[in-house]
């Protein structure tokens, strides 16, 4: 059985950072390419970015770039996203899952909820 438990979501200021985290298992996380998508409240599901197996090629959505960094250590079957310069429209509901620069994945997680809020 495919899972993917993200955690590292709370509650911070504008301007604040979090890292997010997400184990898998049941998978041979090495060969997956990974993802990090979100949903806000009333909004459709958005990709935010994508890493390589490798973790060579990153690719972030515009809204994002530059404040966000995907990296993922396959020896600990782990996705990370660092999230720097936080801004109220980050508020979301994050999930990592097995899809490649797109919201369509064969497995996701749970998530984990991010509040941006002064």
């Known amino acids: 059985v495919v899972q993917l438990v993200e955690s590292g979501g709370g509650l911070v200021q504008p301007g604040g950072s979090l890292r997010l985290s997400c184990v898998a298992s049941?998978?041979?996380?090495?060969?997956?390419?990974m993802s990090w998508v979100r949903q806000a409240p009333g909004k459709e599901l958005e990709w935010v970015s994508s890493i390589s197996t490798g973790g060579k090629n990153l690719y972030y959505a515009d809204s994002v770039k530059g404040r966000f960094t995907i990296s993922r250590d396959n020896a600990k079957n782990t996705l990370y996203l660092q999230l720097n310069l936080l801004k109220t429209e980050d508020t979301a509901m994050y999930y990592c899952a097995t899809s490649w620069r797109s919201t369509e994945s064969e497995y996701r997680g749970q998530g984990t909820q991010v509040t941006v809020s002064s």
């Open positions: 049941g998978l041979t996380f090495s060969s997956a390419p």
